[in-house]
């Protein structure tokens, strides 16, 4: 009998490890709601269903004005692994996934851009150089992109690339479904005409900074206090030209993709916004 047990034992060893490591643990995050540690990646590429591949226009090596340079990743529709990971009722109305970086980066993206937009989560390049970026816009050289990272067809959707990299996030180790951010970011009778300025702000800035204590960890910077601070054009240099106004700095230029009048125009919109916004203590 211990013989037999013994052989079941060996046998089911390896099963019970693999099953350990394709499962992805719940963590307690600091608001107190379950974000999901995802498994890595090996595991949950032999736990399926089976990746795929797509190929894109790398915003992060992309530069204003010169060829776009492509890039053919690895992974799942975005769809597929939420569904796998998630389960199902992720993308149900009214809500955001926060992707959660390793350096405190956090990307809150709204579940209906999930449905009208192709996302991919990838976790390497089909043509097996080293899966990493130099990210011009924040001036670091070879930034490791994995475990996960999150990118977006902008080929079957050129429009999109006009976005950059903003909502394409990097070195994810978590996720979580959390409510909407529009009692946060548009309270009271703010939304008919701030809405598009709100959303502006949620795509290209509080994946870093904050507003009245929403927002992203890596920078938790309130800009609806730094909006009131500052003026117009200090303002405008600091989200255009953050490397002039601060050099060193890791912060990207707003928007590269749009035309420098737009830009502009887009600068004045969010300080507009933030300054019109409550401000909370």
């Given at each position: 009998m211990s013989t037999r047990l013994s052989v079941l034992s060996r046998?089911?060893?390896?099963?019970?490890?693999?099953?350990?490591?394709?499962?992805p643990t719940l963590a307690v995050t600091p608001a107190g709601s379950a974000s999901l540690r995802l498994p890595e990646p090996a595991a949950a590429a032999k736990a399926g269903p089976a990746q795929g591949e797509v190929q894109v226009m790398?915003?992060?090596?992309?530069?204003p004005g010169q060829p776009s340079v492509q890039v053919r990743y690895r992974g799942w529709p975005a769809r597929v692994f939420?569904?796998?990971?998630l389960g199902k009722g992720w993308d149900l109305p009214?809500?955001?996934?926060?992707?959660?970086?390793?350096?405190?980066?956090?990307?809150?993206?709204?579940?209906?851009?999930?449905?009208?937009?192709?996302?991919?989560?990838v976790t390497g390049r089909v043509d097996g150089q080293a899966f990493q970026v130099d990210n011009h816009a924040q001036g670091e050289k070879q930034v490791p992109l994995g475990p996960y990272y999150l990118v977006w067809d902008n080929?079957?959707?050129?429009a999109l690339q006009a976005e950059g990299g903003a909502v394409w996030p990097y070195q994810v180790v978590s996720v979580r479904r959390t409510p909407s951010s529009r009692a946060a970011l548009l309270p009271g009778a703010m939304a008919p005409r701030y809405a598009a300025q709100a959303q502006a702000l949620q795509t290209h800035c509080?994946?870093?900074?904050?507003?009245?204590?929403?927002?992203?960890?890596?920078?938790?910077?309130?800009?609806?206090?730094?909006?009131?601070?500052?003026?117009?054009?200090?303002?405008?240099?600091?989200?255009?030209q953050p490397a002039q106004l601060k050099p060193g700095t890791t912060m990207p230029p707003l928007s590269e993709g749009l035309p420098q009048a737009e830009r502009e125009a887009l600068a004045q919109q969010l300080q507009d916004?933030?300054?019109?916004?409550?401000?909370q203590p």
């Open positions: 046998r089911l060893l390896p099963l019970l490890l693999c099953a350990s490591l394709a499962t790398e915003p992060h090596l992309s530069r939420l569904d796998r990971w009214e809500g955001e996934l926060e992707f959660r970086a390793q350096d405190g980066f956090v990307s809150r993206i709204p579940v209906e851009r999930f449905q009208r937009h192709q996302a991919w989560v080929l079957a959707e050129p509080l994946s870093c900074h904050q507003v009245n204590g929403y927002g992203g960890d890596k920078m938790p910077l309130n800009l609806a206090l730094r909006a009131r601070e500052i003026d117009s054009k200090r303002w405008s240099a600091w989200l255009l916004y933030l300054k019109a916004l409550p401000l």
